[in-house]
């Protein structure tokens, strides 16, 4: 069964974290599970001065000591000290990040895209590099600053699903943790409205219904392999409009997608899955 006992929320004191604390904190509530803040700084990064008049040592020293102060200090009321562990690190923030997940064992991460067009912020950033390594599953959102959590008692989830074989994996994951905190998931499925496996010699509407059937009757195999009983939503045309529109309706707090088991050149966390976190009107769980 899947839980979620332990969640890591990178800081780097911006007002997109601050904005995410209500996010972590409902994520708390709702998994019973435990947070713990990390602080990744430069430690190469010096003021030339400095340099001149004191040794690398010394200034290191010093940076370190302030990295430790505002991070202690961060979202202090919000997460108390006795409670939520800090750990400060220093290099690379997105490969100590997910080295750290991964050798502690986290089981969510939690962080911000920066707010911004999307793929032009996010690609390249602290959040994409975490998206496309990170071992556990991430949840992000470009909306921290203009939406807020649901109420606690709101647990109503999306999962965007495909027909591959990675899809019984994201279904089976979806499914597990949605029944552990007694959430209603609804999975939707998208057919592009001329997807070139959409027999030809029928018109368009056949067409459309008989994918309809046939991914109908696939999703039931994959529920029935990952021992999901998630409500089905099929629809057709743009994907991520399809999906971000059925998110908006169900009033979802969550919309759940995969991330590719391999890596790429576009990364785990394919090129659709950056447009439809950037259109989700709500928080994007990728797994």
């Known amino acids: 069964m899947t839980t979620i ?19 972590v904190k409902r ?17 190469y990064i010096h003021d030339a001065f400095q340099l001149y008049v004191r040794s690398i040592s010394e200034v290191a020293e010093e940076q370190q000591n302030v990295a430790r102060d505002k991070l202690d200090s961060f979202l202090k009321s919000e997460f108390p000290l006795a409670e939520c562990p800090r750990i400060l690190l220093s290099g690379s ?33 602290t959040t994409a590099k975490v998206l496309n390594h990170a071992d556990c599953p991430v949840l992000t959102t470009q ?11 709101h647990r109503e989830w999306v999962c965007a699903i495909g027909l591959d074989s990675d899809s019984q994996r994201v279904l089976r994951y979806a499914s597990q943790v ?11 499925h ?38 999901s009983h998630a409500l089905v939503s099929i629809g057709s045309g743009s994907i ?13 707090d969550v919309l759940i997608i995969g991330r590719s088991p391999q890596s790429g050149t576009l990364g785990r966390l394919r090129d659709l899955s950056y447009a439809v976190a950037r259109d989700a009107p709500c928080p994007v769980l990728s797994v």
């Open 190 to 227: 998208v057919i592009p409205t001329s997807p070139p496996e959409l027999r030809v010699g029928l018109d368009l509407e056949d067409r459309l219904q008989l994918a309809k059937r046939e991914a109908a009757d696939r999703i039931e195999e994959l529920q029935s392999a990952a021992g």
């Open 240 to 252: 991520k409009h399809a999906v971000a529109e059925q998110a908006r309706r169900l009033r979802a």
């Open 93 to 125: 923030a997105a490969t100590e990040i997910t080295q750290l997940a991964r050798k502690n064992g986290f089981d969510l991460i939690i962080m911000p895209t920066h707010a911004g067009i999307f793929r032009g912020t996010l690609l390249g950033s």
């Open 143 to 153: 909306h921290a600053e203009n939406i807020s959590p649901r109420q606690l008692e």
């Open 27 to 43: 994520a708390v509530s709702i998994f019973g599970a435990r947070v713990t803040l990390v602080h990744v700084f430069d430690l």
């Open 178 to 188: 949605a029944e552990s905190v007694h959430a209603n998931l609804t999975l939707v």
């Open 5 to 23: 006992q332990n969640i890591l929320f990178p800081v780097d004191f911006s007002p997109s974290c601050v904005a995410m604390a209500p996010f």
